[in-house]
């Protein structure tokens, strides 16, 4: 064949193409799961996962590891998800969001190490113990170490609970709200002396808190709905008395109703996580240090909190281990506390000097004192992978009773047919 | 041996005049084609293919795949969810769509008589189509919001009694479609003014000398002149009507809001495939998506006679 420029463009370009689909189909291939390459560790996490000065202390401590750390903003569980089955720059630590933990266990064995197997053993008992179970398979693998939970507390308005004729104090509070029905019975109160501050921001909310504050929640062990037994028809029952003794602000938490009343008096409590503080924070510009910290009503539940995990992939699963330890000690989650309000998942760490400091947003109030044994108390329930999906008919139901559109015996018969068909499609039983 | 092409261009041609020319004698056209389809391959083609076998498998987005059948369709036809996205995003198509492009009509031909400042408001309804969707939907929830929204803070001026917008099942659709009326409406104006002033004015003058009014002279020369453009923005607006997401996911969050009434189709699809990491029923909803906008995109074909028939 003569030899032009036309067949040796040709050529080329055919090489070209051969050699992209060979390059596709290979990389297609996840079967095996590769090392990374070792002498260096890549860590992943969202922005503001973990203390910016605790990251860089802890490169600069194991200056052998080369640890490379990577912020992954949007949508970080997609991100790692696309990266598992892309097969290749898969990180060695990656941090795994709490509300994701329960979805990730079934895949425990093909893609992260349990850490029991490497030598946690040792520390998890550092950690609480509920938060850890979350990150525990069935089986007993365990396959993260917490980095922060997310205890609740009552938040209110000190100065819109006495004009109420309510208690102001905290340690009252605490005294008289003692459940959730004390509760609702001083929303009556405060709504008689004051109509515009529903004591209940948004039912559908309560609800959702009354389910976390459980020891069991819409799917057992069995891989059984349980979504239609007692322990969430109290839940709702509850949320419906807000409902209906209009004491419920129909106020969703995040929306702009819902930061503006923070300041203006409408939204004079909010139950939520201890980061929800930040977000009260944002929002209050006139009533700084009205506000004041009280033990949730019937118990602490919890909202959120991450993990860091090691994946398979890891070139030396040890070493890892080891950066995580020291990451994640009673000590730095306190510096990672004073940096960012990352809230500790090691109970040694409330006893540090950064958390035991007074808040002057809260009336010069030490939060800790009431979240510190929020957190230790918080139930152990078991969370099954499809639990989220699951939750949402209630939730939805709940709207529109809240909107007046459906009878609570009518949204609920409605809401656990819905459940348990969308359960049925993940062979819920 | 040289590399350059030096052999005389005329003398394969001639010798050889009835054989037809070989596909590889096109290879240059064909190479400076193919970026386009290349990118179409891996970026359009190989996702749209996998979502068809993904429909009919099991997948939890990490774990093996596994061959169900028709199972998710099964599943689909069952869920009542589903077909209440399906009826919310269909409804939500017409509530956004009419009005946009009646609006957008009356506009453009204000705009097209309008002699001063013409650029000034081309610009000006445009800009919405050009803002961030997710800004405007924040912007348009705090508009619409109960207790310090600018819609009830005007009623309750007027002595008007106000409404819960976004926790109303009717307030829902009206707020995301009033979203979506203000950022398309501009869009279509400017497509709308370009097909006006393409018709010739000699059709207007014969109008005005057989006695026709500004009405007749709309509907019996502006708008049977202007059929292929309505024809490209109806269809235009019904794959992406079809295909709302964004507003009501930042309005009234991924369930929806009150009733799901917010629910569209390709949220739906979101939820399944990214929080429930059901990425097989995700696919199968995804293909039903498929078959909705390619249906009323025919139907919209059959009713304005795409073909050309004048």
């Known amino acids: ?429 | 041996m040289t590399l350059t092409a030096a052999a005389p261009p005329k003398a394969p041609r001639t010798t050889k005049p009835g054989r037809r020319r070989s596909i590889w004698s096109y290879w240059r056209f064909y190479l400076a084609l193919s970026p386009f389809y290349l990118i179409f391959l891996v970026f359009g083609l190989y996702p749209v293919a996998s979502t068809i076998l993904l429909a009919f498998q099991k997948w939890d987005g990490l774990g093996p795949r596994t061959m169900v059948g028709f199972q998710n369709f099964g599943f689909l036809i069952e869920d009542s969810t589903f077909w209440l996205a399906l009826w919310n995003t269909i409804v939500l198509f017409f509530m956004s769509t009419v009005p946009t492009l009646a609006i957008a009509m009356a506009l453009a031909v204000m705009l097209h008589s309008a002699v001063r400042l013409k650029g000034v408001y081309r610009i000006a309804y445009f800009i919405p189509n050009i803002t961030s969707l997710v800004a405007a939907a924040i912007f348009f929830a705090a508009v619409f919001s109960t207790n310090f929204g600018l819609i009830n803070a005007g009623l309750r001026g007027l002595g008007l009694p106000t409404e819960d917008w976004l926790g109303e099942p009717w307030g829902i659709k009206i707020a995301i479609s009033t979203m979506i009326v203000w950022q398309w409406t501009g869009y279509n104006t400017i497509i709308y003014l370009a097909g006006l002033q393409a018709i010739p004015t000699e059709q207007y003058e014969a109008a005005k000398m057989d006695g026709a009014g500004p009405f007749r002279t709309f509907f019996s020369i502006t708008l049977p002149q202007l059929r292929p453009v309505v024809l490209f923005t109806v269809i235009m607006s019904t794959i992406g009507g079809l295909q709302t997401f964004t507003e009501p996911q930042v309005m009234v969050g991924n369930n929806g809001g009150t009733g799901q009434s917010g629910m569209t189709v390709v949220m739906y699809f979101y939820n399944q495939a990214f929080f429930n990491n059901d990425y097989g029923y995700a696919g199968a909803i995804a293909l039903s998506i498929f078959v909705l906008v390619l249906l009323f995109t025919a139907i919209n074909w059959k009713l304005l006679g795409g073909r050309g028939r004048s």
């Open chain 1, 1 to 429: 064949m003569e030899l032009s420029r036309r067949t040796l463009l040709a050529g080329g370009f055919a090489a070209m193409l051969g050699g992209t689909v060979i390059g596709c189909s290979s990389s297609m291939d996840t079967g095996t799961t590769k090392k990374n390459a070792t002498g260096n560790i890549a860590l992943w996490c969202w922005p503001g996962g973990l203390g910016k000065s605790v990251l860089d202390d802890t490169i600069a401590h194991f200056p052998d590891q080369h640890i490379k750390y990577s912020e992954i903003g949007g949508d970080f569980k997609q991100k790692l998800l696309t990266t598992f089955n892309g097969g290749t720059s898969i990180p060695d630590i990656t941090g795994v969001k709490g509300e994701d933990i329960a979805s990730l266990l079934p895949q425990a064995t093909n893609r992260f190490v349990d850490l029991k197997s490497i030598g946690a053993d040792s520390i998890l008992g550092d950690y609480l113990e509920w938060k850890v179970k979350q990150a525990t398979t069935l089986d007993g693998k365990v396959i993260g170490i917490p980095i922060d939970i997310g205890p609740t507390a009552l938040f209110y308005r000190e100065d819109i609970f006495t004009a109420g004729g309510l208690p102001g104090d905290p340690a009252k509070v605490a005294e008289q709200l003692k459940t959730w029905d004390d509760f609702l019975a001083a929303g009556l109160e405060l709504r008689k002396a004051n109509p515009k501050a529903p004591i209940v921001a948004d039912a559908v909310d309560l609800y959702g808190t009354i389910v976390n504050q459980g020891t069991s929640r819409y799917i057992d062990k069995d891989n059984k709905f349980i979504g239609d037994q007692d322990h969430i028809r109290k839940a709702w029952d509850i949320a419906v008395k807000a409902i209906t003794t209009k004491v419920d602000g129909k106020t969703l938490g995040g929306s702009p109703d819902w930061n503006a009343g923070l300041d203006q008096g409408t939204v004079p409590t909010v139950t939520g996580a201890a980061w929800v503080a930040l977000d009260i924070k944002a929002a209050c510009k006139t009533s700084v240090g009205k506000w004041r910290v009280a033990p949730t009503p019937s118990g602490p539940a919890n909202f959120g909190g991450s993990f860091l995990t090691i994946t398979k992939n890891a070139a030396d699963p040890a070493a890892a281990l080891e950066v995580i330890k020291y990451m994640l000690s009673a000590d730095n989650q306190a510096k990672a506390f004073a940096d960012a309000q990352i809230f500790p998942s090691a109970p040694a760490a409330y006893d540090k000097p950064q958390l035991k400091a007074p808040d002057a947003f809260f009336g010069g109030q030490v939060p800790i004192e009431v979240f510190g044994p929020a957190a230790k108390a918080i139930p152990i329930a078991y969370e099954a992978p499809l639990d989220g999906a699951v939750a949402v008919p209630f939730s939805d139901g709940l709207k529109l009773v809240q909107a007046g559109k459906k009878t609570s015996d009518a949204a609920w018969a409605e809401a656990v047919s819905k459940a348990k068909q969308i359960g049925k499609r993940q062979g819920v039983q």
